[in-house]
C-alpha cells in the first residue's frame, strides 16, 4: 500500500468535504451538514485559520482525513482538538485511521500541546474499540452543551 500522511491543501477541500459526508451519513445526521468548501477554505486558510487538517493518500486519492483545532484549558493550557477522524468505508481496518491518529498524536507533542483531545459516540463501538488501544482516559463527567446563536 502506497500511504501517504501529509498536510492538508486547499485543494484537498472539496474530497474532505465529501469525506465529512460520509461521516454524517455513518452518524445517522447526513442531514446535518451545512459547511461548504468555501467557509471550510476561509476557515482553514484564510487570515485567521481556525482548523487544520491532515489527509491520508492512497496511490493518489484522499482515502482519509483528521481535522483539529487548538483549545484551551484555563486548567492545562493549550489542547489539540481532534474534531474528526474519517476514513472511507472502502478503506477502514487497513491502518489508516492509526496512520491519522498517531500523526495528530506527533503533532501535539511536537506542537507543546499539553494532551490531545476527542469525543466519540457512544454507540461507535469500532471507534472506543480503536481508541482502547491506546492509554486513553474515557470521562463520563462532563456533559457537552450547544447553542446555536440567533
Known amino acids: 500500500?502506497?500511504?501517504?500522511?501529509?498536510?492538508?491543501?486547499?485543494?484537498?477541500?472539496?474530497?474532505?468535504?465529501?469525506?465529512?459526508?460520509?461521516?454524517?451519513?455513518?452518524?445517522r445526521?447526513?442531514?446535518?451538514?451545512?459547511?461548504?468548501?468555501?467557509?471550510?477554505?476561509?476557515?482553514a486558510f484564510g487570515p485567521q485559520p481556525v482548523f487544520g487538517f491532515l489527509v491520508a493518500e492512497k496511490d493518489?486519492?484522499?482515502?482519509?482525513?483528521?481535522?483539529?483545532?487548538?483549545?484551551y484549558s484555563t486548567w492545562k493550557g493549550r489542547k489539540l482538538h481532534l474534531e474528526d477522524l474519517i476514513v472511507t468505508r472502502q478503506e477502514r481496518g487497513r491502518k489508516i485511521g492509526k496512520a491519522l491518529f498517531e500523526a495528530c498524536l506527533q503533532l501535539?507533542?511536537?506542537?507543546?500541546?499539553?494532551?490531545?483531545?476527542?469525543?466519540?459516540?457512544?454507540?461507535?463501538?469500532?471507534a472506543i474499540n480503536f481508541y482502547k488501544k491506546y492509554p486513553v482516559t474515557f470521562d463520563d463527567e462532563w456533559i457537552d452543551c450547544s447553542l446555536k446563536p440567533e
Open 60 to 71: 493518489g486519492r484522499i482515502v482519509g482525513t483528521a481535522i483539529y483545532y487548538t483549545k
Open 108 to 126: 501535539a507533542k511536537k506542537g507543546g500541546y499539553h494532551s490531545l483531545t476527542w469525543q466519540v459516540l457512544n454507540w461507535n463501538e469500532p
Open 1 to 27: 500500500m502506497n500511504l501517504t500522511i501529509r498536510a492538508g491543501k486547499r485543494e484537498d477541500l472539496p474530497a474532505v468535504l465529501e469525506l465529512v459526508q460520509e461521516l454524517a451519513e455513518y452518524e
Open 29 to 43: 445526521a447526513p442531514d446535518e451538514v451545512e459547511n461548504t468548501v468555501e467557509r471550510m477554505a476561509t476557515d
